[in-house]
Structure formats: structure tokens, C-alpha cells
């Protein structure tokens, strides 16, 4: 019924940039809010950002500063531009939504995740 689809990961050098689209199309009804997770190797899912649909963000301290989350509502599609990559930023990054479908209650939709490595 609905899918998230990420672009934009790839291999980048410390200190460069990259940016990730996520896209949701299907019977969506409304969208509450919109983010992005990464998970490191060995390590748990995380926040990296969310955006809510009244443009409310919220960043993973670590990542204030450098990265930016943004929406274009009427396409159903948010980014995160993500400036100044440290290794450490090196994940597989999620995107996901919360949001209602046609006659659905609320719930989280996810992308299946794109890769981003940071290193020289």
C-alpha cells in the first residue's frame, strides 16, 4: 500500500557532502512525520532526524549543525543534507514516515535503507 524509496548514499569523503531523497507514494491519507535512521555496523538503529508535517525538526545531537532535514510536502518526498561526513557517519540510513492511510490508523513506514560510507 505504500512505499518509501531512499536514494542518494553512496562513498564520500571526510568532510564532503551527500544528500538523501526518500520518496512515499501509495493510498497515503496524511503524514505526521518524516525522518531518517541510520544504523552502524554493530550498533542499533538510531535517529539522525525527524520533520514533522508543521516543519517541527529535531536532530541526533552529533549531527546538529551539519546535516538537514527537509520536506516537500506536496510530493511526499524529504531529504537530509548531510554536510561535513565523518567516518563516523558511515551507516545504512533509513527513511521513515508516520502516517495514515486511506481509512488506516497511524502507523511507521520504512525504507529498506541506503548505504553511506565515509572514508578516505
Known amino acids: 500500500q505504500v512505499q518509501l524509496v531512499e536514494s542518494g548514499g553512496g562513498l564520500v569523503q571526510p568532510g564532503g557532502s551527500l544528500r538523501l531523497s526518500c520518496a512515499a507514494s501509495g493510498s497515503i491519507f496524511r503524514i505526521y512525520s518524516m525522518g531518517w535512521y541510520r544504523r552502524a555496523p554493530g550498533k542499533q538503529r538510531e535517529l539522525v532526524a525527524k520533520?514533522?508535517?508543521?516543519?517541527?525538526?529535531n536532530y541526533k545531537d552529533s549531527v546538529k549543525g551539519r546535516f538537514t532535514i527537509s520536506s516537500d510536502n506536496a510530493k511526499n518526498t524529504w531529504y537530509l543534507q548531510m554536510n561535513d561526513l565523518k567516518p563516523e557517519d558511515t551507516a545504512i540510513y533509513y527513511c521513515n514516515a508516520y502516517l495514515t492511510v486511506v481509512l488506516g490508523s497511524p502507523y511507521d513506514y520504512w525504507g529498506r535503507g541506503t548505504q553511506v560510507t565515509v572514508s578516505s
Open positions: 520533520i514533522t508535517s508543521s516543519s517541527s525538526t
